[in-house]
């Protein structure tokens, strides 16, 4: 089975300061995507950013990066310069037999504090 | 463009009834996924459909099924409603010949089964 693992239930983080979200994955696959999504309280969820398994540079959009290190399948969030609207779960979520099926981990969730 | 939207938002359905939920796409996607969210499971992928056919299922009982119309549209239905059907669904659309498997959702349907 594939599973996403997120260690940490909640973090915490003061405004512009930087915070980074765990996440492991477990897959025999050798591609497929991983991505982050973040869920504010509307439960709206939202596409933060993405990583191709085959692309050895990491993702980037603007404050948000990731460390991808495939041998250990691991797949951290870094939120830079930490804004009040950063609050939210996020959570990691890879696809499932290089389809559209995605497998979710639990979430962390985030506070950010003034 | 527009997002995806669901309908309805909310609903209050009683033990042994049944209920359908709606999906409707960013214009251009055909790929329509549908996903749970409940707290004690989290986020699990229910179905996918693309050019009106089920692609991936999810594990879930036969009480729940999909269909997609051929605007892309989706439903989704639950029949014999349990209490533990209670949850936020949440409908995802994937552009159309994508390789990336990025996923938009929509804001979700909160179905409170009493």
């Known amino acids: 089975a594939q599973t996403v693992t997120q260690s940490q239930p909640e973090m915490s983080v003061q405004e512009a300061e930087t915070v980074t979200l765990s996440c492991t994955y477990d897959?025999?696959?050798?591609?497929?995507?991983l991505f982050w999504y973040k869920q504010p309280p509307s439960r709206q969820m939202i596409l933060v950013i993405r990583q191709e398994a085959y692309k050895q540079q990491n993702a980037t959009e603007n404050r948000f990066s990731v460390n991808f290190q495939k041998a250990a399948k691991s797949f951290s969030l870094k939120i830079s310069d930490s804004q009040l609207g950063d609050a939210a779960m996020y959570f990691c979520?890879?696809?499932?037999?290089?389809?559209?099926?995605?497998?979710f981990g639990k979430g962390t969730s985030l506070l950010v504090t003034p | 463009k527009a997002g995806v939207t669901q309908t309805p938002r909310y609903l209050i359905k009683t033990r042994g009834q049944q209920v359908t939920l709606s999906c409707s796409p960013i214009?251009?996607?055909?790929?329509v996924s549908w996903y749970q969210q409940t707290p004690g499971q989290g986020l699990q992928f229910l179905f996918e459909y693309f050019s009106e056919t089920q692609r991936n299922k999810g594990n879930f009982p036969g009480r729940f099924s999909g269909r997609q119309f051929s605007n892309s549209r989706s439903e989704m239905n639950v029949s014999t409603l349990e209490l533990g059907d209670s949850a936020l669904y949440l409908c995802a659309s994937s552009p159309t010949g994508g390789t990336s498997y990025e996923q938009y959702f929509g804001p979700g349907t909160r179905l409170t089964v009493t």
């Open positions: 897959t025999s696959e050798s591609d497929y995507y």
């Open positions: 979520a890879h696809n499932s037999n290089s389809g559209y099926a995605l497998n």
């Open positions: 214009s251009g996607h055909r790929s």
